[in-house]
């Protein structure tokens, strides 16, 4: 049988991944298929660590916009990302799945605390951990929180789940002519200025080298496909094993 390319992986989730189709809240089909795929990777022995979003609820920075001050509403989106942890969290355990929530931002009564070393035994003990609140502060997005837990947590890749089905040199939903990259390298990423993440979180990978594998995360089972190496998506940094 093929064998996982990584034993440890951190999967960022967006807040658009837990909305499916609607436009906006929580699609219980999308966060059930999500889970499904989760399970997998975690049955196929492979330690699994989740950032979400929580776009699909309220967005810090759009808020912000509104009139609402850029810390409070950042505040206010890290809250909606312990929302979508929670219904992740009792799907998956639903599925057999033991899972635990650990939240940047103290809230004893739903969620551990962000722990490192509580949340490297969880994953040591064959638990999905799923981390909500971001980094805690305002101002800093979900994709730094992402790239900071996976160095934190030893993680080998980032996978970036995303609702296209990689990197492309523009928009293709709206460029019919748009090209994809398979690979890509951390300076043609910025020299191009793709968007892959945001520049903080994107400066953190690439100094500590640490892969993104950018994928479409509405087919089901992509997340497995990912893991194991499958050409799906486009692959940037890291080492020349990792590409």
């Known amino acids: 049988m093929a064998e996982p390319r990584w034993n440890r992986v951190l999967l960022k989730l967006s807040g658009q991944a837990f909305a499916?189709?609607?436009?906006?809240?929580?699609?219980?089909?999308?966060?059930?298929?999500?889970?499904?795929?989760?399970?997998e990777v975690r049955k196929a022995g492979?330690?699994?660590a989740i950032v979400v979003g929580g776009g699909n609820i309220i967005r810090g920075e759009q808020a912000s916009v509104g009139g609402l001050d850029r810390a409070s509403a950042d505040y206010m989106g890290m809250l909606a990302t312990v929302i979508n942890a929670l219904a992740l969290q009792d799907t998956l355990?639903?599925?057999?799945?033991?899972?635990?929530?650990?939240?940047?931002?103290?809230m004893s009564e739903v969620a551990e605390p962000f722990i490192r070393r509580r949340a490297l035994r969880h994953l040591e003990k064959q638990r999905v951990v799923i981390l909500a609140a971001g980094t805690g502060n305002p101002y800093f997005t979900t994709d730094t929180a992402a790239a900071?837990?996976?160095?934190?947590?030893?993680?080998?890749v980032v996978l970036k789940a995303t609702n296209v089905d990689g990197v492309y040199d523009k928009d293709p939903r709206r460029h019919e002519e748009a090209v994809k990259f398979t690979q890509l390298d951390y300076m043609e990423a910025i020299n191009r200025s793709l968007g892959i993440m945001d520049l903080t979180a994107f400066t953190l990978c690439m100094e500590n080298v640490l892969p993104i594998v950018v994928f479409n995360i509405t087919v089901p089972g992509n997340i497995r496909r990912a893991v194991f190496g499958e050409p799906i998506g486009t692959v940037?940094?890291?080492?020349?094993r990792d590409i």
């Open 20 to 39: 499916g189709s609607l436009s906006f809240g929580i699609c219980p089909d999308a966060v059930k298929t999500i889970a499904t795929d989760v399970g």
């Open 46 to 48: 492979v330690d699994v």
């Open 236 to 240: 940037v940094g890291g080492t020349k």
């Open 148 to 156: 900071l837990r996976a160095l934190e947590l030893h993680a080998g």
């Open 93 to 106: 355990e639903k599925l057999g799945i033991d899972t635990r929530v650990q939240s940047a931002i103290q």
